[in-house]
């Protein structure tokens, strides 16, 4: 629980003030609540490098005072005392730093994970049906942390060169000026490398990945399709084509190591050259007499702190502009409009009576094709509308208006009275339930999944009451986990009238006045048929009920019939009325007497030619 | 499934030692590469301690005793060392990075080769994703710790040995100092390599249950709108994210705290050393130069031990990569060729199941006793129930299984006494959910018979009706089909496989026939497309539509792997018995169908001729 409430608390800041054009400032924002953490880590990497030039310095006290005038009392005390407390101080902070680097990083990643799912649950139907699931999660997953990195690695690594630099430049000038500046002469050439190869390294980097991509296509196709290359023989053909990509990225990782094995010797070849340097001249100096021995000592510790960090800036710097790319793709999600769930004017306190008038509603999708044009119909509360027409001719369009999931572009729809873009999202959403032909159900026991929308705490006799009526009581209690059978991938898998069911089951506990369902049963056998029919006639009672209609019984019992084409309504009334004219609706009963006669003439004709 | 691999690897305590010899093994082909590494890596660790003793020299003898000559050569010296450093630095990663990238080709190109040879009931029990992570994660980890692993130990063997050994002639000791707190600095090392890798086994398996979380809400995103679980989902969510959170700190922590603990511990050894270097000046006439050496050879400790504690933390986990690697590679093919099989050059003629039994799970038989002649340039119909045991006779009749009792004959001999590239290159099959390769339509259409010219290609396509909507695609028969030819809709994916095995030229026929809908004017060329390939081939038919099995030359109903009714259509009708049932229940739903796609549009555009 403790770790919920911390969360909540650190959602207060609401990251959609960290989308800005500028990456820095979006950065800069998206840490807010975590810029004293950073502060202090990077403090704590130069305190913590302050200790280790104390130490060195500790070694120039040692040599200049105690070893070169042998006075081994109470200085030598002193000196392991100071060395041996600098390194406790470097230890100390080096620690310090590790967490609150840890500690900035991790929380900004939370609080962005949490923030982008709660975004991506928030977003419209109009970005949904567009979106990529596969990119959606990538962006979540790999890209935020990349910006996890940022943060955790990147900043306090360009801190920690930065201190490193600072710290020990400082102690060198204390020593000897012109020393000092002779100690960072290798600093320009090597951060030249750094950037050239480390370019190269990277770029080496992605083409190895994007073969490693191809190589994993191969052989996913090879296994998936393993019935194919079996049946046409064709595995000597498949090991050379997976041998070809295999040998590909053998050598993209040949040229990758290429890129490692130049940079690195040269970079280490350039720290050696600048310590070669500094042992040399410092040596003249302390022959020169310019310096002390314990100075020249001091001295070489220094360089060598000054100088090896810098070899890791190239690196640095790559990854650096990886976590900025990262960003942008993150940003392009946090970017999308919400959907205000709770916009509206009207918030009535208790349950919709479901009376409903359609006054000339068009609605277009984005990408302009029209999908209802000038729909009129009223409903009175309870009863059944029927939607009936081919794919594409608007009935679902027309049933997604009702919770909002699309907005009309004009006309009128008045639920009890009242426009329906007065109502929030929300509300309407809790009123209307919808069970769809293949419904989706989650990965977690059926128990959970009936009490998915109920938006309350349920007891286990409701559940299995639902469960009743919804007529899959029985097949759930045949599971041996009963209703705490795990769904989907860990768990098991229904069957399409199974999971119909169970949508029933869960649409039962939210008891919504208005209920959408698809009445589709095409893929199951007709006992099950007749469960699913049942279940469904059980549900629609006393609700405002849509159906898009694919059986003729739910035609019959309706109290009104829409037939549509091409988003318009071209045909309206009750089975009786629209069978008493001529028009679409009696074709298409008449085609369904027609099957069965058919059926019967086939029948007959078998038998007929049997007495032959 | 990563939970259970993980889980899998925290039981494994001990690294077993013949796993352990079997991927040092790999490498042995490539011993030369090895040799050069190790010897590479053990010249630049020598030369690490070098620079030291030429420091020394250069105070004691330069400053110290004021020995000019000794300058000039200690410098040229230190610049050689730079430069074979160098180069040893250049050839190992070069070696190791190669000889990595090697031994997974070697390693990923035996498990794909051994995976063309097993047989189904192999692929029947393992996920996809369990082999594919095998292939690629799994050999990453194995040469990862050939090469790294074995390089870290040389390196950090002769770096901490060299080490020791300058120490002690310098000062013999002082150095004993160092070699005592050694195996702590090693203790607390391992220790710290352990509780780190556990923290990030766990912070792998949250950031698994992120991802699937992830992918369950933005999948059913409009179901969580609809019943409004935005608020209860994000709670849900938060849970985790915070569970996440805490591990991956403490993992951060651990890691912050490993260096400055082994700092720590060299830095009481490094103040022992001052703490004698009083009474050692006196008695062994300890140098400053012996002193700056010492020091720096104490720091430059770290770093291998260090190393060396996370190679032997990450030792049991690539003891239990290779360990599932292996284990696929170990095992056996079920179906492969008997000594002597043979290619009789054709599989032409009758095809007889003489008393033929077979079973998934032993407990479970799927046939038993089922016997069957079919004539040859039959086209045989298989209805019946799902799990009746249609795919099962398909399955054994490709040999992607073998009868476990009886005998299945081709052209009267037995075919387990011919090769399987006898009878599989002579096979045409048709699945019910078509698999494309990722390449252009040609190339797919080309799988079926490898050295068909581009106009044998265009004629099959042809054939079946699908050259026209490939021409009409921007590259024509070079477009790309996509991944597992996803640019494709369902129906032109059936037409391509299906010009796939009218390319092949198959003697036998093997079709699974699809049961998805498509348009109207797909499902016709497709129908065109099975008539042309059905004609005069001895054909088995797993069959749904109505059309495809009245053309049937005999139809069976199968059930509980039997034969339950068997004739033609005008028969079985009489029979009044199961195949009825399934025609008229099919019937029906064939014809709603038809009513539903024609829809009202095109109805109501007619409605005025018709009445």
Same mark, same amino acid.
């Given at each position: 629980?403790?770790?919920?409430?911390?969360?909540?608390?650190?959602?207060?800041?609401?990251?959609?003030?960290?989308?800005?054009?500028?990456?820095?400032?979006?950065?800069?924002?998206?840490?807010?609540?975590?810029?004293?953490?950073?502060?202090?880590?990077?403090?704590?990497?130069?305190?913590?490098?302050?200790?280790?030039?104390?130490?060195?310095?500790?070694?120039?006290?040692?040599?200049?005072?105690?070893?070169?005038?042998?006075?081994?009392?109470?200085?030598?005390?002193?000196?392991?005392?100071?060395?041996?407390?600098?390194?406790?101080?470097?230890?100390?902070?080096?620690?310090?730093?590790?967490?609150?680097?840890?500690?900035?990083?991790?929380?900004?990643?939370?609080?962005?994970?949490?923030?982008?799912?709660?975004?991506?649950?928030?977003?419209?139907?109009?970005?949904?049906?567009?979106?990529?699931?596969?990119?959606?999660?990538?962006?979540?997953?790999?890209?935020?942390?990349?910006?996890?990195?940022?943060?955790?690695?990147?900043?306090?690594?360009?801190?920690?060169?930065?201190?490193?630099?600072?710290?020990?430049?400082?102690?060198?000038?204390?020593?000897?000026?012109?020393?000092?500046?002779?100690?960072?002469?290798?600093?320009?050439?090597?951060?030249?490398?750094?950037?050239?190869?480390?370019?190269?390294?990277?770029?080496?980097?992605?083409?190895?990945?994007?073969?490693?991509?191809?190589?994993?296509?191969?052989?996913?196709?090879?296994?998936?399709?393993?019935?194919?290359?079996?049946?046409?023989?064709?595995?000597?053909?498949?090991?050379?084509?997976?041998?070809?990509?295999?040998?590909?990225?053998?050598?993209?990782?040949?040229?990758?190591?290429?890129?490692?094995?130049?940079?690195?010797?040269?970079?280490?070849?350039?720290?050696?050259?600048?310590?070669?340097?500094?042992?040399?001249?410092?040596?003249?100096?302390?022959?020169?007499?310019?310096?002390?021995?314990?100075?020249?000592?001091?001295?070489?510790?220094?360089?060598?702190?000054?100088?090896?960090?810098?070899?890791?800036?190239?690196?640095?710097?790559?990854?650096?502009?990886?976590?900025?790319?990262?960003?942008?793709?993150?940003?392009?999600?946090?970017?999308?409009?919400?959907?205000?769930?709770?916009?509206?004017?009207?918030?009535?306190?208790?349950?919709?009576?479901?009376?409903?008038?359609?006054?000339?509603?068009?609605?277009?999708?984005?990408?302009?094709?029209?999908?209802?044009?000038?729909?009129?119909?009223?409903?009175?509360?309870?009863?059944?509308?029927?939607?009936?027409?081919?794919?594409?001719?608007?009935?679902?369009?027309?049933?997604?208006?009702?919770?909002?999931?699309?907005?009309?572009?004009?006309?009128?729809?008045?639920?009890?009275?009242?426009?329906?873009?007065?109502?929030?999202?929300?509300?309407?959403?809790?009123?209307?339930?919808?069970?769809?032909?293949?419904?989706?159900?989650?990965?977690?026991?059926?128990?959970?999944?009936?009490?998915?929308?109920?938006?309350?705490?349920?007891?286990?006799?409701?559940?299995?009451?639902?469960?009743?009526?919804?007529?899959?009581?029985?097949?759930?209690?045949?599971?041996?986990?009963?209703?705490?059978?795990?769904?989907?991938?860990?768990?098991?898998?229904?069957?399409?009238?199974?999971?119909?069911?169970?949508?029933?089951?869960?649409?039962?506990?939210?008891?919504?006045?208005?209920?959408?369902?698809?009445?589709?049963?095409?893929?199951?056998?007709?006992?099950?048929?007749?469960?699913?029919?049942?279940?469904?006639?059980?549900?629609?009672?006393?609700?405002?009920?849509?159906?898009?209609?694919?059986?003729?019984?739910?035609?019959?019992?309706?109290?009104?019939?829409?037939?549509?084409?091409?988003?318009?309504?071209?045909?309206?009334?009750?089975?009786?009325?629209?069978?008493?004219?001529?028009?679409?609706?009696?074709?298409?009963?008449?085609?369904?007497?027609?099957?069965?006669?058919?059926?019967?003439?086939?029948?007959?004709?078998?038998?007929?030619?049997?007495?032959? | 499934?990563?939970?259970?691999?993980?889980?899998?690897?925290?039981?494994?305590?001990?690294?077993?030692?013949?796993?352990?010899?079997?991927?040092?093994?790999?490498?042995?082909?490539?011993?030369?590469?090895?040799?050069?590494?190790?010897?590479?890596?053990?010249?630049?660790?020598?030369?690490?301690?070098?620079?030291?003793?030429?420091?020394?020299?250069?105070?004691?003898?330069?400053?110290?005793?004021?020995?000019?000559?000794?300058?000039?050569?200690?410098?040229?010296?230190?610049?050689?060392?730079?430069?074979?450093?160098? +180069?040893? *630095? @250049?050839?190992?990663?070069? /070696? &190791?990075?190669?000889?990595?990238?090697?031994?997974?080709?070697?390693?990923? $190109? =035996?498990?794909?080769?051994?995976?063309?040879?097993?047989?189904?009931?192999?692929?029947?029990?393992?996920?996809?994703?369990?082999?594919?992570?095998?292939?690629?994660?799994?050999?990453?980890?194995?040469?990862?710790?050939?090469?790294?692993?074995?390089?870290?130990?040389?390196?950090?063997?002769?770096?901490?040995?060299?080490?020791?050994?300058?120490?002690?002639?310098?000062?013999?000791?002082?150095?004993?100092?160092? +070699?005592? *707190? @050694?195996?702590?600095?090693? /203790? &607390?090392?391992?220790?710290?390599?352990?509780?780190?890798?556990?923290?990030? $086994? =766990?912070?792998?398996?949250?950031?698994?249950?992120?991802?699937?979380?992830?992918?369950?809400?933005?999948?059913?995103?409009?179901?969580?709108?609809?019943?409004?679980?935005?608020?209860?989902?994000?709670?849900?969510?938060?849970?985790?994210?915070?569970?996440?959170?805490?591990?991956?700190?403490?993992?951060?922590?651990?890691?912050?705290?490993?260096?400055?603990?082994?700092?720590?511990?060299?830095?009481?050894?490094?103040?022992? *050393?001052?703490?004698?270097?009083?009474?050692?000046?006196?008695?062994?006439?300890?140098?400053?130069?012996?002193?700056?050496?010492?020091?720096?050879?104490?720091?430059?400790?770290?770093?291998?031990?260090?190393?060396?504690?996370?190679?032997?933390?990450?030792?049991?986990?690539?003891?239990?990569?290779?360990?599932?690697?292996?284990?696929?590679?170990?095992?056996?093919?079920?179906?492969?060729?008997?000594?002597?099989?043979?290619?009789?050059?054709?599989?032409?003629?009758?095809?007889?199941?003489?008393?033929?039994?077979?079973?998934?799970?032993?407990?479970?038989?799927?046939?038993?006793?089922?016997?069957?002649?079919?004539?040859?340039?039959?086209?045989?119909?298989?209805?019946?129930?799902?799990?009746?045991?249609?795919?099962?006779?398909?399955?054994?009749?490709?040999?992607?299984?073998?009868?476990?009792?009886?005998?299945?004959?081709?052209?009267?001999?037995?075919?387990?006494?011919?090769?399987?590239?006898?009878?599989?290159?002579?096979?045409?099959?048709?699945?019910?959910?078509?698999?494309?390769?990722?390449?252009?339509?040609?190339?797919?259409?080309?799988?079926?018979?490898?050295?068909?010219?581009?106009?044998?290609?265009?004629?099959?396509?042809?054939?079946?009706?699908?050259?026209?909507?490939?021409?009409?695609?921007?590259?024509?028969?070079?477009?790309?089909?996509?991944?597992?030819?996803?640019?494709?809709?369902?129906?032109?994916?059936?037409?391509?496989?299906?010009?796939?095995?009218?390319?092949?030229?198959?003697?036998?026929?093997?079709?699974?026939?699809?049961?998805?809908?498509?348009?109207?004017?797909?499902?016709?060329?497709?129908?065109?497309?099975?008539?042309?390939?059905?004609?005069?081939?001895?054909?088995?038919?797993?069959?749904?539509?109505?059309?495809?099995?009245?053309?049937?030359?005999?139809?069976?109903?199968?059930?509980?792997?039997?034969?339950?009714?068997?004739?033609?259509?005008?028969?079985?009708?009489?029979?009044?018995?199961?195949?009825?049932?399934?025609?008229?229940?099919?019937?029906?739903?064939?014809?709603?169908?038809?009513?539903?796609?024609?829809?009202?549009?095109?109805?109501?555009?007619?409605?005025?001729?018709?009445?």
């Amino acid at each position: 629980m403790s770790t919920t409430d911390r969360t909540l608390s650190s959602a207060e800041y609401d990251l959609s003030r960290a989308v800005h054009p500028n990456r820095l400032i979006g950065l800069w924002r998206l840490s807010a609540g975590f810029r004293w953490p950073y502060l202090a880590a990077t403090l704590s990497l130069a305190l913590s490098a302050t200790g280790r030039a104390a130490a060195s310095l500790s070694l120039r006290y040692l040599v200049d005072t105690v070893l070169a005038e042998s006075r081994f009392g109470v200085e030598l005390a002193r000196v392991v005392l100071a060395f041996f407390g600098a390194a406790l101080l470097e230890a100390a902070f080096s620690y310090f730093s590790g967490i609150w680097a840890a500690h900035t990083g991790e929380g900004v990643a939370r609080r962005l994970r949490n923030y982008l799912y709660d975004h991506i649950q928030r977003l419209s139907f109009a970005y949904h049906d567009h979106a990529q699931t596969g990119d959606l999660i990538e962006r979540c997953s790999s890209d935020v942390d990349s910006v996890r990195r940022l943060y955790a690695d990147q900043a306090i690594g360009i801190g920690r060169i930065v201190s490193l630099f600072i710290i020990n430049m400082a102690a060198l000038l204390r020593l000897n000026v012109p020393l000092a500046w002779l100690a960072s002469a290798v600093l320009a050439p090597l951060f030249a490398v750094s950037v050239f190869f480390f370019r190269r390294v990277s770029s080496a980097y992605q083409a190895y990945q994007a073969q490693e991509a191809r190589l994993s296509t191969v052989l996913q196709e090879n296994l998936t399709g393993v019935r194919v290359v079996r049946a046409f023989a064709r595995q000597d053909y498949e090991r050379e084509k997976f041998d070809r990509e295999n040998w590909a990225k053998f050598q993209r990782g040949r040229r990758l190591w290429t890129m490692h094995a130049l940079y690195w010797p040269l970079s280490d070849a350039l720290c050696g050259l600048q310590m070669l340097l500094c042992v040399w001249i410092g040596a003249l100096r302390v022959v020169d007499g310019t310096i002390t021995p314990g100075a020249y000592v001091a001295y070489s510790a220094l360089v060598i702190g000054l100088v090896w960090p810098m070899r890791n800036l190239g690196r640095l710097i790559v990854n650096m502009s990886t976590g900025l790319v990262s960003y942008d793709r993150v940003r392009e999600i946090m970017q999308q409009p919400r959907e205000p769930l709770l916009e509206g004017d009207v918030a009535p306190s208790g349950p919709l009576r479901g009376a409903l008038v359609f006054d000339d509603v068009s609605f277009h999708y984005q990408s302009g094709h029209e999908a209802i044009s000038n729909v009129s119909f009223e409903c009175a509360p309870s009863q059944t509308i029927a939607l009936l027409g081919s794919t594409g001719s608007g009935k679902t369009t027309l049933a997604n208006l009702l919770p909002r999931f699309h907005d009309y572009d004009s006309g009128h729809v008045l639920l009890d009275g009242v426009e329906l873009k007065r109502y929030p999202r929300r509300y309407l959403r809790q009123q209307i339930g919808i069970v769809e032909q293949e419904p989706f159900l989650f990965s977690r026991t059926i128990r959970e999944n009936i009490t998915y929308g109920a938006g309350r705490p349920v007891t286990m006799e409701e559940v299995e009451a639902a469960a009743r009526t919804a007529a899959i009581d029985h097949e759930i209690r045949c599971f041996p986990n009963g209703y705490e059978t795990m769904l989907g991938e860990r768990g098991i898998t229904l069957s399409g009238g199974q999971k119909q069911r169970v949508a029933v089951a869960r649409t039962l506990l939210k008891n919504p006045r208005i209920l959408i369902l698809d009445d589709s049963t095409s893929s199951v056998d007709a006992e099950t048929e007749a469960l699913i029919r049942s279940a469904l006639d059980r549900l629609l009672v006393g609700r405002t009920t849509f159906i898009i209609a694919h059986r003729v019984q739910s035609l019959m019992n309706a109290d009104l019939i829409l037939v549509f084409d091409r988003g318009r309504v071209v045909q309206r009334g009750t089975h009786a009325e629209l069978m008493t004219q001529p028009g679409p609706y009696r074709q298409i009963y008449d085609l369904q007497v027609r099957i069965e006669s058919e059926l019967e003439q086939e029948l007959r004709f078998v038998r007929g030619s049997t007495s032959d | 499934m990563i939970d259970t691999e993980l889980d899998e690897e925290l039981k494994r305590s001990s690294a077993s030692g013949r796993t352990l010899l079997r991927i040092f093994a790999q490498a042995i082909p490539h011993s030369r590469t090895v040799t050069g590494m190790v010897v590479a890596v053990a010249v630049v660790s020598i030369l690490d301690s070098y620079y030291s003793m030429i420091r020394r020299e250069i105070l004691d003898q330069y400053i110290a005793a004021g020995n000019h000559a000794v300058l000039a050569p200690a410098m040229w010296r230190y610049g050689a060392t730079i430069l074979v450093q160098a +180069v040893g *630095v @250049l050839a190992f990663i070069y /070696l &190791v990075g190669v000889l990595g990238e090697r031994i997974q080709y070697d390693l990923r $190109r =035996r498990m794909f080769d051994h995976l063309q040879e097993l047989s189904f009931s192999y692929y029947d029990r393992t996920a996809v994703g369990w082999l594919m992570a095998r292939v690629t994660s799994d050999t990453e980890r194995i040469s990862q710790l050939v090469t790294w692993g074995l390089l870290d130990v040389a390196w950090g063997v002769v770096n901490i040995a060299t080490s020791l050994t300058f120490m002690a002639i310098i000062n013999w000791r002082l150095a004993l100092v160092v +070699v005592a *707190v @050694l195996p702590l600095l090693f /203790l &607390v090392a391992i220790r710290f390599s352990e509780l780190i890798l556990a923290e990030f $086994r =766990r912070v792998r398996r949250f950031n698994s249950m992120i991802t699937a979380s992830y992918n369950e809400n933005i999948t059913g995103v409009r179901v969580v709108k609809a019943l409004c679980r935005e608020d209860a989902n994000l709670l849900e969510f938060a849970h985790l994210t915070g569970q996440m959170h805490d591990s991956s700190y403490q993992a951060a922590r651990l890691s912050a705290l490993f260096l400055p603990a082994v700092q720590v511990i060299s830095a009481l050894a490094a103040a022992a *050393v001052i703490a004698l270097s009083g009474w050692q000046t006196r008695v062994a006439g300890l140098t400053i130069g012996d002193m700056q050496a010492f020091m720096h050879l104490i720091g430059s400790m770290l770093w291998p031990v260090q190393d060396l504690a996370r190679v032997y933390a990450e030792m049991q986990h690539a003891v239990a990569s290779a360990e599932r690697v292996f284990s696929l590679i170990d095992s056996p093919p079920e179906v492969h060729d008997l000594d002597g099989a043979s290619d009789p050059g054709t599989i032409r003629g009758d095809v007889d199941f003489e008393q033929v039994g077979f079973y998934y799970d032993a407990n479970k038989p799927v046939l038993s006793d089922f016997t069957l002649h079919v004539r040859a340039g039959e086209t045989i119909a298989l209805v019946g129930p799902t799990g009746g045991g249609k795919s099962t006779i398909v399955n054994l009749l490709c040999r992607f299984y073998e009868p476990r009792r009886g005998t299945i004959r081709f052209n009267g001999r037995d075919y387990t006494e011919l090769s399987l590239h006898a009878i599989q290159s002579r096979l045409g099959v048709v699945l019910q959910t078509p698999h494309l390769f990722s390449g252009t339509l040609r190339e797919n259409i080309r799988y079926g018979r490898l050295s068909a010219t581009d106009e044998e290609v265009e004629s099959a396509a042809t054939t079946v009706g699908a050259d026209e909507f490939i021409r009409k695609m921007d590259k024509g028969y070079d477009s790309p089909v996509g991944e597992g030819g996803q640019l494709l809709s369902v129906g032109q994916k059936q037409l391509i496989s299906l010009a796939r095995a009218i390319l092949a030229q198959p003697e036998l026929l093997i079709m699974d026939e699809a049961t998805s809908s498509v348009d109207t004017l797909t499902e016709a060329l497709i129908q065109k497309g099975m008539e042309t390939l059905l004609r005069g081939r001895t054909s088995f038919v797993v069959a749904h539509r109505l059309s495809t099995i009245k053309r049937a030359d005999r139809i069976l109903f199968i059930d509980g792997g039997r034969i339950v009714e068997e004739g033609n259509h005008a028969e079985l009708l009489r029979q009044r018995g199961r195949y009825y049932h399934l025609y008229t229940q099919q019937f029906r739903r064939e014809l709603e169908r038809e009513r539903d796609e024609l829809g009202t549009g095109a109805l109501a555009s007619e409605a005025p001729l018709q009445d």
